[in-house]
């Protein structure tokens, strides 16, 4: 099969989801497929895996074009999709959304949050569970880890909800140091980050929360980066690959807690992206 993982929105969003996309083109690959990779593009000859469906849905012509057309495809969601909308946006287009899924040969998620919303709007026959996993390109040879770290931790992502509450909380401390890559620090600094800050941070942001984004975590642990998490809604269990405590225990990890970085590196592996992927499409 040919295949087009298109990739869709701004530079912003685009380098946010790199993991996605490349981690997406690689597992496909393995299993035997032709896959190309276009930004803002589709393929006429190729089934397009869309990824970013969600910016479509904000300008109407493209979307009537694209049902219109003879072009096939399937969505990549890795937003949280329910009646509202995606993430309770304002002034989300959710008719030209539900547009988009309604002409689309179904819709693939990592999340069983999606799962249960699009069955309930379209039935099973809409919708593909992919658990998200492991792929040998994750682990990048820009990363070298040693044992003499700048930071005590790192935290990359969005700070909505109670985050970044928790942030500041951390960051009064002075037993430990934390580095917050912003949107300020150039998205290739995160690979230095991983190599020189001991423990990741992963941080649940409240009760809006229906399931842990699990790109993050397979990055920084295949990396050789433990990452300490704080729980949170997780039915797809991807917080299997952290250290979970309760927040009020951050401290005490960061200036004197260590874990078993190579068994959480074997929880990671033993979830294969390309053995998710095995008849999806």
Avoid at 4 to 9: A, R, V
Avoid at 94 to 123: A, M, R, W
Avoid at 180 to 193: A, C, E, G, M, T
């Amino acid at each position: 099969m040919k295949l087009n993982i298109c990739n869709i929105g701004n530079k912003e969003w685009l380098d946010f989801k790199a993991e996605i996309s490349f981690g997406l083109f690689f597992a496909f690959q393995d299993l035997g497929y032709d896959v190309t990779m276009s930004v803002n593009h589709f393929s006429v000859s190729r089934l397009n895996l869309i990824i970013g469906a969600d910016f479509l849905a904000d300008n109407s012509e493209n979307v009537h074009h694209i049902v219109r057309s003879k072009i096939e495809y399937v969505i990549f969601e890795v937003e949280r999709f329910d009646k509202t909308g995606i993430n309770d946006r304002d002034n989300f287009n959710l008719e030209l959304y539900k547009l988009l899924i309604e002409h689309s040969k179904f819709v693939i998620t990592p999340y069983l949050y999606n799962v249960h919303s699009i069955t309930n709007l379209y039935g099973s026959e809409k919708i593909r569970y992919a658990r998200w996993g492991f792929h040998e390109k994750m682990v990048k040879p820009t990363i070298v880890r040693s044992k003499n770290f700048e930071f005590d931790a790192l935290y990359f992502g969005l700070l909505k909800g109670k985050r970044a509450e928790k942030i500041q909380n951390l960051l009064s401390r002075e037993s430990y140091t934390l580095k917050v890559q912003s949107r300020n620090d150039p998205i290739l600094f995160k690979d230095y980050f991983v190599s020189c800050c001991k423990w990741g941070l992963n941080l649940s942001y409240g009760s809006a929360e229906k399931f842990i984004n699990p790109f993050r975590l397979y990055y920084m642990t295949s990396n050789g980066m433990p990452v300490l998490a704080d729980g949170g809604n997780d039915a797809d269990n991807y917080l299997s690959v952290c250290e979970v405590v309760n927040f009020s225990k951050f401290s005490e990890y960061l200036t004197n807690g260590n874990t078993d970085i190579s068994f959480l590196q074997d929880k990671c592996r033993a979830s294969r992206l390309s053995e998710n992927l095995k008849q999806i499409l």
